[in-house]
């Protein structure tokens, strides 16, 4: 009976060690996303302040006068800002078979690529129709896209896979 306590007692050792290590992975995790998203915010905020004196310029050329810009005039070239960078985090996937948790098969078919993105949302589009095509899927990234396109797109369309970057505008 000793025996058994002293085994169970080892074994709680060693799962307490693996949660121990699990949490410092979480850890590692959220400062890399934290880190991708003081980045992201960098960027909006450089992009706005470029995009902010590039419109002033424009409406004091046009008015003559910068007292003329109201504050929707500012809220729109924010908006068109923070749209743009925000489209920047999304990518397509065309040819994926429609099987399985989609999830689970973007990381898995991103992983087999060498990419290791941290996915934020995965998507179908579209409508299924018989015998067609799978469903394009939308994938969107934590932070602004880090997956190089160009450089796997030739590995991909062996498999009847093509990866693109996805800028629609939404309506």
Do not use: W
Not at 54 to 65: L, N
Not at 159 to 167: A, Y
């Amino acid at each position: 009976l000793k025996v058994e306590v002293d085994e169970l007692q080892k074994q709680a050792l060693g799962d307490k060690s693996t949660i121990i290590e699990l949490q410092r992975e979480v850890i590692e995790s959220k400062k890399e996303v934290m880190e991708g998203s003081k980045e992201q915010i960098k960027q909006v905020q450089s992009s706005l302040q470029t995009e902010i004196k590039s419109y002033r310029d424009a409406v004091c050329s046009q008015k003559g006068d910068m007292d003329q810009i109201t504050v929707q005039d500012v809220k729109e070239a924010v908006k068109v800002v923070t749209d743009d960078n925000a489209r920047s985090k999304n990518f397509m996937i065309f040819g994926l078979e429609e099987k399985g948790n989609l999830k689970t098969s973007v990381t898995g078919l991103l992983k087999q690529l060498g990419e290791q993105p941290h996915i934020e949302n995965c998507e179908r589009i579209g409508r299924r129709e018989p015998d067609s095509a799978p469903k394009p899927v939308k994938v969107t990234l934590s932070s602004a896209s880090s997956v190089h396109f160009e450089e796997i797109s030739s590995v991909t369309r062996k498999q009847g896979i093509r990866l693109s970057v996805h800028r629609t505008r939404q309506i």
